[in-house]
C-alpha cells in the first residue's frame, strides 16, 4: 500500500499538467467561439478520451493518455510534414501487426501520438457562406480539413467526436490546393451522446420499384404527387460534378423480386448539394426509404424520372414502419415495356471479329501498384489493370495507393485490349461506383514529376477526344516513355504535359495528334451522364471495344540505335556481300577490300511495330552534323527541307521532331583478312568492326514543334531609348569549304603544347550593308560604309563550338551574323587575321578575315525583303560535261551533280581511301557517263549520305588524269558537298539498253553498260591459272613458287581469262571474259568447267594466243599435249563461234582526252576479188554477262554436253 501510493504521488503531477494542456486546448480549439468555456464542455471532451484510452486494456495503470497531446487541424496542416497515423485504442503490439502488412514492399505509416478532436460535417465552410459537394470534414476553431471515412451515418454529421484511428497526409505534389487529408479508420467516438430521432407515429406509405415505375410510364393519366420509395439498393453510380450541378444516380429495386419482377427497378436522381453526401452513406444491398421524391423530366430527353426535393430524407427501410400505397388505375397492369430505352443507341453491324463487348461484373479487390496516377491507373490483386479515368476521380486518387480495399460497382471487364497491355483491365464508367472498403497502412512513396503532371491531359483525352480504352492506354503509355525520353533534362514535366488550349498547346498531345486523328473513331458522340447511367441497353465508351494493334512505338535514340547496330551485324554474312562464284576468284587482298565497307538501310516498316524517331534537334560542334537528342543520348541524322533542298533556317534548332518517314542507315567499317573465299564463314579472321548510325529524313515528312523558351523577367523600370541587346550584320554567302581539322595558331605563352589541328570549316561572301544594332522593335537602320568598303569580301572561319552552323550555311544565302552583348565598334570589319595568312585571302578574293565567335548565332533572312538580292541566281553551278572529262587541266576544279553507283573502301595499316563511283547527270545526254571520286585523310570519314542510291553535288573537286588517260576526282579542302536526295527505300534495276555495237563508236556519249546481240568470230587469247591467294603468284600443283620471303600461305585460286573478237553487223569489239565468264565463253557447263580447272592445276598455268590467218597457235605448253589440242579444238568450234547476247561494258570510263581513232583501210577477200574498205577501230569492252541467243539455241553443236 505504501509503494502503491507513493506511485500515486508520483504521478499526480504529470496527470495535472496533461489535464492543464488538454483544458488550454479544448478552450482554445473546440469551445464554441460565441460561448463562455465550459467546465463541462471540457470535461466531456477529457472523459471521452480517458474511456477510448481505458478501452485498450493494457493502460499500465495510467488513467490518462500521458504520452498523447492533442493536435489541432491548423497544427497538422502547418507543422505535420510527412505521413503519420495515430491510433488511440491500440496498444503497441496491435500497432506493429498492423505495419507488418505494409512490408516488405512498402513501408508502414509512422505512428505519432496526437489526439484528433473535431466536428464532422459536410460543410465547406461556414454555416451563412459555406457549400456542399459530397465531400466531408473535420472542424476545429482553428480550420478544417477534408477526410475520407468508410462507413458514414448520416446523423454524424453536424456532432463533436473523438477520432480514435486515424491517419494524416500532408498534400501530394500534384495537388494545386496545397491541402491535406484525413483518413479515418474506426468508427468516431462522440463527445456528447448522440440523440436519436424516433421513429413514425404511424406507417409511413411507399411506392415500391415496380409501381413506382409504372407510375412514370403513365404519369399522363394519373396526377403524379410527391411520393416515398422504398427497396434495396441495387445499383449506384458515380458522382458526376459538372459546372453547374453535382448529382448521383441510384436505383431501387424489390425486396424479394418474382421472376417477373426480376429487371423491375427505378432510378432516383439525387442532385440537392445538401444530399450529395448520401452517396458515402449508401450500401449497395441494404434496403432504404426515400421520402417525398417527385417526378421531373430531364431536359433534352424524352422521359421522366424520379427525383429527390429539398426535403427529401434518407433512412434504413424497416418493415414495421413502412406500409404499401395503395393506388388504383390501368396503369397497374403488367406492361412489360421497360423505360428509359435509349434513343441514340446505335445498333450498327461492326465487323465481325473485331468490336467485342465487354463485361459488366462487380468486384473486390486490393490496390498492390500505382501504374500511372494522373492517368488514373492502377493495379489490382497484381493481375488485373484498373482504369479510372472515364470516372471523375479526384477524390479518390489522393487515398490511392498500394493496399487500398476498392469495391467496384458495375465495372467493365476488358480483355486482350492490345496495344501492348497485356492484362485484363477493369474499367468504371459513371454507371458504375467506386466505394473505399479500407485504408492503406502503407506510407505514400515519393512521387516524381512524371506521377505528379499530366492529369488535365489524360483527362482531355477521354472527355474531349473521346478515346476508347485500349487506344488510351495506349496514349498513356506512350506519353509515359516520351516524358522519360525527353524530360526533365531537355524539356520540363509540366510543360510537356500540360493542358492543351488553342494558345497553349501541349507538346506532348502535339507528338501524339496524328496517330490519335488517324485512329480514333470519327463519329463518337460526346458523352452524356444521364444516357450513359439510365438508358438501357447500356452504351458508354467501355462497351465495345477492338483490340489494338500498337500502331507504332517511340524508342529511346539510344535503343533506335542499338537495334540498328544488332540488325547490321546480324545480317553481315560475308558469303552474302560476296556470292559464289564471284568470290572463288578474288585474291585476300580483293576480298577483303570487297568486305572492307557495306550498309544497310532499315524503314520504318523493318520494325514490329513501326518506330517514330523522337527528339530535340539540336548541332553539334564535335562532329558537325545535326543530331537528334534525348536523354538516352544522341543520334546523328541528315536532314533535307524536301527533295534537292538542303536545310537552311537556324531557328530549327532546338525544335522538337517527330516523324515515322525515315530511314536509319548502318555503315559497317570491317578490316578483316580473310585467306581466301573458303573461310568467308569463319568469324574468326574479322579482326575489328565498327558501325556508324545515323537517320536521314525529309523536313516536309516530319512534325516540327518550336519549344516555348522561359522568360526571365527583370524587375529594373523600363527606360524610353531603346535599349541594345546586341549588333548584327547581314552578308551572302558565295562558297562554302569542306567541314575538316586544319592547323590554327595560337596565342603566343598560352600553352606550350604542340597545338592540334582543330575541326573547323572557311566561308566566303560579301557584307550587305552595315552594322545594325537591336533596338525593341527590331534591327535598327545599317551603318554607313565608305565607298571602299562597300560590296566588301569577307572569309569567315568557322571553328570550335561555331562549327555547329555548318549544316544550315549553304551557297546563295542570305545571312544575319548576331553578336549579342553590348555594341562594340567596328566588330565585323576587323581587317587581316591571326589565324591565316594574307595569301589565302588574296586566292579567295578575300580582303579581310573575321573568326565567328562560339556566342554569335545565325538568323536566315528571306531574298524577299531584300531588294538588292531579288536577281540573284541561286542555282547549284556545274561544270560543262566536255570540261569536265576533257584534257584541259587549267581549271582544275570542278563541280557537278551526280548519282553514287557504288562505294568502296581500301582500309589498310599504310593507307585509307574510299571510292565513289558516280553516275555525272547531265540535260543533254541520254546516257550517263560515269566517273571516280577519291576520298583521302583529312577528309575521312566521308560526310553522311554518301551511299549508293543518293543524289549529290560535288563542289569544287580537284580533278586528275591517269596514267591510263582516265579522268577521276578527289576530295580538297575547298570541296563542299550537298545531298540532293536519298537512296530510295526500293530498288529495281533496269534492264540494260539494247544496242548495236556501233553506237558506240558516235560523237556523242554512250552508255557505260550496255546489251548487244552479236557474233563470235574469233578467239584472241585464252589464258588459265592457278595463283596464290595471298601473293598472286603461280601456283603449280597447287604450291607458290614465290621466293624470299616464301608466302605464308599456301591457298591458291583459279583465275581465267579470254579474249573474244565479236561484231554485230555494224561494229567489231574486242571482248574480255574473266573467270566464270570464261565458261560461259567457252560454252562448258559448271562440272566440265570445274574438271578443266583441275586440269591446269598441275601445270599451273595454261596460255593460248590465236594470231594470224587460221588463227594459228602459241601455246605456252607443248602443243602435242592433250589439253591444248583439247582447248584449240574447242576455240575453233562452233560451240564457242556462235551468236550471243552480250552485256558488256567499256574497259575504260569515257573522256575526252584520248580522241577516237580514224577509221582504217583493210583488205578483205570476197571470192576472188579482194575488196578494200575502212573500218572503224575495234571496240574494247568487258564481258558482264553472255547468254546464249535465241535464234540459235543449238549453236554448241557437237560439243553440247549434259552436266
Known amino acids: 500500500m505504501v509503494a502503491l501510493s507513493m506511485k500515486t504521488v508520483l504521478k499526480v503531477p504529470e496527470e495535472q499538467a496533461w489535464l492543464e494542456a488538454a483544458q488550454t486546448f479544448i478552450q482554445e480549439s473546440l469551445c464554441p467561439t460565441d460561448k463562455e468555456p465550459n467546465v463541462q464542455f471540457t470535461q466531456s471532451v477529457i472523459d471521452c478520451v480517458k474511456t477510448v484510452w481505458l478501452s485498450q486494456g493494457k493502460y499500465q495503470g495510467f488513467t490518462l493518455p500521458l504520452s498523447y497531446s492533442f ?636 519549344v516555348p523558351r522561359s522568360f526571365h523577367h527583370s524587375s529594373a523600370p523600363p527606360q524610353t531609348e531603346p535599349t541594345c541587346l546586341g549588333q548584327s550584320r547581314l552578308f551572302l554567302l558565295s562558297h562554302k569549304e569542306a567541314l575538316m581539322k586544319r592547323n590554327f595558331c595560337t596565342s603566343l605563352g598560352t600553352t606550350s603544347e604542340v597545338p592540334k589541328p582543330t575541326l573547323s570549316f572557311h566561308v566566303s561572301g560579301c557584307w550587305l550593308g552595315g552594322t545594325q544594332k537591336k533596338e525593341r522593335i527590331g534591327w535598327g537602320p545599317p551603318e554607313p560604309l565608305t565607298v571602299e568598303n562597300k560590296d566588301q569580301k569577307v572569309l569567315l572561319i568557322f571553328l570550335g563550338s561555331s562549327v555547329r552552323w555548318f549544316e544550315f550555311l549553304h551557297p546563295g544565302q542570305v545571312y544575319r551574323l548576331v553578336a549579342p552583348g553590348p555594341a562594340t565598334p567596328k566588330l565585323f570589319e576587323v581587317e587581316g587575321s591571326s589565324c591565316t595568312s594574307q595569301r589565302p585571302l588574296e586566292l579567295a578574293g578575300c580582303v579581310s578575315c573575321l573568326t565567328v565567335q562560339d556566342e554569335w548565332t545565325l538568323e536566315l533572312e528571306s531574298a524577299q525583303d531584300l531588294p538588292d538580292m531579288l536577281g540573284i541566281h541561286k542555282a547549284l553551278s556545274g561544270s560543262l560535261l566536255t570540261d569536265l572529262l576533257g584534257a584541259n587541266v587549267t581549271d582544275s576544279l570542278v563541280s557537278f551533280s551526280a548519282e553514287i553507283l557504288s562505294r568502296t573502301v581500301w582500309n589498310t595499316e599504310v593507307r585509307r581511301c574510299v571510292k565513289l563511283t558516280v553516275a555525272i547527270g547531265t540535260a543533254d545526254s541520254e546516257f550517263l557517263p560515269r566517273l571516280d571520286i577519291y576520298i583521302e585523310d583529312p577528309h575521312l570519314p566521308p560526310p553522311l549520305g554518301l551511299l549508293p542510291g543518293a543524289r549529290v553535288h560535288f563542289n569544287q573537286l580537284e580533278k586528275r588524269i591517269s596514267r591510263s588517260h582516265n579522268v577521276y576526282c578527289c576530295f580538297r579542302s575547298s570541296t563542299y558537298v550537298q545531298v540532293l536526295s536519298f537512296p530510295p527505300e526500293t530498288t529495281v534495276s533496269a534492264p540494260l539498253p539494247h544496242i548495236y555495237l556501233a553506237e558506240l563508236q558516235q560523237g556523242n556519249w554512250g552508255p557505260f553498260q550496255a546489251t548487244a546481240s552479236c557474233h563470235v568470230i574469233s578467239v584472241v587469247s585464252l589464258q588459265l591459272l592457278w595463283v596464290c591467294a595471298h601473293c598472286t603468284s603461280v601456283c603449280p600443283q597447287g604450291r607458290c613458287i614465290r621466293q624470299g620471303p616464301a608466302c605464308s600461305t599456301q591457298t591458291s585460286i583459279s583465275q581465267a581469262s579470254i579474249r573474244l573478237l565479236v561484231e554485230d553487223g555494224t561494229a567489231e569489239a574486242m571482248v574480255t571474259c574473266r573467270n566464270y565468264h570464261v565458261a560461259a565463253a567457252l560454252g562448258l557447263c559448271p562440272n566440265e568447267w570445274t574438271s578443266l580447272l583441275e586440269f591446269i592445276r598441275k601445270p599451273g598455268r595454261v596460255v593460248l594466243k590465236f594470231t594470224g590467218p587460221g588463227a594459228q597457235l602459241e601455246s605456252s605448253a607443248k602443243i602435242e599435249e592433250p589439253l591444248i589440242l583439247y582447248l584449240h579444238t574447242l576455240c575453233t568450234s562452233p560451240s564457242v563461234l556462235r551468236p550471243v547476247v552480250l552485256s558488256f561494258e567499256l574497259e575504260r570510263k569515257p573522256s575526252n582526252i584520248t580522241p577516237l581513232e580514224p577509221p582504217r583501210l583493210q583488205r578483205f577477200q570476197c571470192g576472188e576479188f579482194p575488196l578494200l574498205t575502212r573500218v572503224n577501230p575495234r571496240l574494247q569492252l568487258a564481258c558482264l554477262c553472255i547468254q546464249e541467243s535465241s535464234e540459235h539455241p543449238n549453236s554448241q553443236g557437237a560439243f553440247t554436253s549434259s552436266c
Not at 441510384?250 to 432516383?268: D, F
Not at 427501410?317 to 434513343?343: N, Y
Not at 471487364?413 to 492503406?440: K, Y
Not at 486523328?517 to 463519329?523: G, I, Q
Request: glycine fraction near 6%; charge should be positive; include cysteine.
Open 71 to 706: 493536435v489541432s487541424v491548423q497544427n497538422l496542416r502547418t507543422h505535420q510534414r510527412l505521413p503519420c497515423c495515430s491510433h488511440l485504442s491500440w496498444s503497441s503490439s496491435a500497432y506493429q501487426t498492423w505495419a507488418q502488412k505494409a512490408r516488405p514492399n512498402g513501408v508502414p505509416l509512422p505512428r505519432e501520438r496526437l489526439l484528433l478532436v473535431g466536428t464532422l460535417t459536410d460543410l465547406s465552410g461556414d454555416l451563412e457562406q459555406g457549400s456542399r459537394n459530397g465531400s466531408l470534414y473535420v472542424k476545429d476553431n482553428t480550420g478544417m480539413l477534408s477526410c475520407e471515412l468508410i462507413d458514414l451515418d448520416l446523423s454524424w454529421l453536424g456532432h463533436l467526436f473523438l477520432f480514435p484511428s486515424w491517419s494524416y497526409l500532408p498534400p501530394a505534389r500534384w495537388n494545386s490546393s496545397g491541402e491535406g487529408h484525413l483518413e479515418l479508420w474506426e468508427a468516431p467516438v462522440p463527445v456528447f451522446p448522440l440523440t436519436v430521432s424516433p421513429g413514425p407515429l404511424t406507417p409511413l406509405p411507399v411506392l415500391y420499384p415496380e409501381i413506382a415505375s409504372r407510375l412514370l410510364r403513365h404519369r399522363s393519366k394519373f396526377r403524379v404527387e410527391q411520393h416515398n420509395l422504398a427497396g434495396k439498393l441495387i445499383q449506384l453510380s458515380a458522382l458526376v460534378k459538372s459546372k453547374k450541378k453535382a448529382y448521383f444516380i441510384l436505383s431501387l429495386g424489390e425486396l424479394s423480386p418474382t421472376v417477373s419482377q426480376a429487371i423491375s427497378h427505378v432510378s432516383i436522381i439525387v442532385q440537392i448539394p445538401a444530399q450529395l453526401v448520401w452517396h458515402r452513406a449508401l450500401c449497395p444491398g441494404k434496403a432504404y426509404v426515400l421520402t417525398q421524391l417527385r417526378v421531373s423530366r430531364i431536359r433534352g430527353h424524352h422521359y421522366c424520372v424520379w427525383m429527390t426535393s429539398p426535403f427529401s430524407h434518407l433512412m434504413l427501410l424497416e418493415p414495421e414502419c413502412v406500409q404499401e400505397l395503395e393506388l388504383e388505375g390501368p396503369f397497374l397492369e403488367t406492361d412489360s415495356k421497360s423505360l428509359p430505352t435509349s434513343s441514340n443507341f446505335q445498333d450498327k453491324k461492326e465487323p465481325k471479329g473485331l468490336m467485342r463487348d465487354s463485361r459488366l461484373l462487380h468486384y473486390t479487390g486490393i490496390v498492390t501498384g500505382v501504374l500511372n496516377e494522373p492517368a488514373g491507373l492502377y493495379e489490382l490483386d497484381g493481375q488485373l489493370g484498373l482504369c479510372l479515368a472515364y470516372q471523375q476521380f479526384h477524390d479518390l486518387r489522393r487515398v490511392m495507393r498500394p493496399g487500398v480495399c476498392l469495391e467496384l460497382q458495375d465495372v467493365h471487364l476488358l480483355q486482350s485490349v492490345g496495344g501492348g497491355t497485356t492484362r485484363p483491365v477493369l474499367a468504371s464508367c459513371l454507371r458504375g461506383a467506386i466505394l473505399l472498403r479500407g485504408f492503406s497502412c502503407q506510407k505514400p512513396g515519393t512521387q516524381s514529376s512524371l506521377q505528379t503532371h499530366g492529369a488535365s491531359l489524360y483527362e482531355q483525352l477521354v472527355w474531349e477526344r473521346q478515346l476508347g480504352l485500349p487506344l488510351y492506354l495506349w496514349a498513356v503509355k506512350v506519353l509515359e516513355e516520351l516524358a522519360c525520353k525527353l524530360c526533365p533534362h531537355l524539356l520540363r514535366h509540366q510543360q510537356f504535359l500540360q493542358h492543351s488550349s488553342p494558345g497553349n498547346p501541349s507538346l506532348g498531345l502535339q507528338l501524339l495528334a496524328p496517330t490519335l486523328d488517324a485512329l480514333a473513331l470519327p463519329s463518337r458522340s460526346i458523352r452524356n451522364a444521364h444516357k450513359e447511367i439510365l438508358e438501357e441497353p447500356h452504351h458508354c465508351p467501355l462497351q465495345k471495344y477492338a483490340q489494338l494493334q500498337t500502331p507504332c512505338s517511340f524508342p529511346t535514340l539510344a535503343t533506335l540505335a542499338e537495334e540498328g547496330r544488332h540488325r547490321a551485324w546480324a545480317s553481315f554474312d560475308p558469303k552474302e556481300l560476296l556470292p559464289l562464284p564471284e568470290a572463288a576468284h578474288l585474291p585476300c587482298c580483293q576480298l577483303n577490300h570487297r568486305l572492307a565497307w557495306s550498309w544497310i538501310c532499315l524503314p520504318p516498316a523493318a520494325f514490329h511495330p513501326p518506330q517514330a524517331l523522337v527528339g530535340v534537334l539540336v548541332a553539334s560542334s564535335h562532329k558537325g552534323c545535326l543530331q537528334l537528342r534525348d536523354r538516352s543520348g544522341s543520334l546523328s541524322c541528315l536532314l533535307l527541307a524536301k527533295h534537292s533542298q538542303p536545310l537552311t533556317d537556324p531557328q530549327l534548332i532546338g525544335c522538337l521532331v517527330r516523324t515515322e518517314k525515315f530511314q536509319l542507315v548502318v555503315e559497317r567499317d570491317v578490316r578483316s583478312n580473310f585467306p581466301s573465299w573458303k573461310e568467308l564463314g569463319m568469324t574468326g579472321f574479322i579482326q575489328k568492326q565498327q558501325a556508324r548510325v545515323y537517320a536521314q529524313f525529309f523536313l516536309a515528312d516530319a512534325l516540327i514543334l518550336p
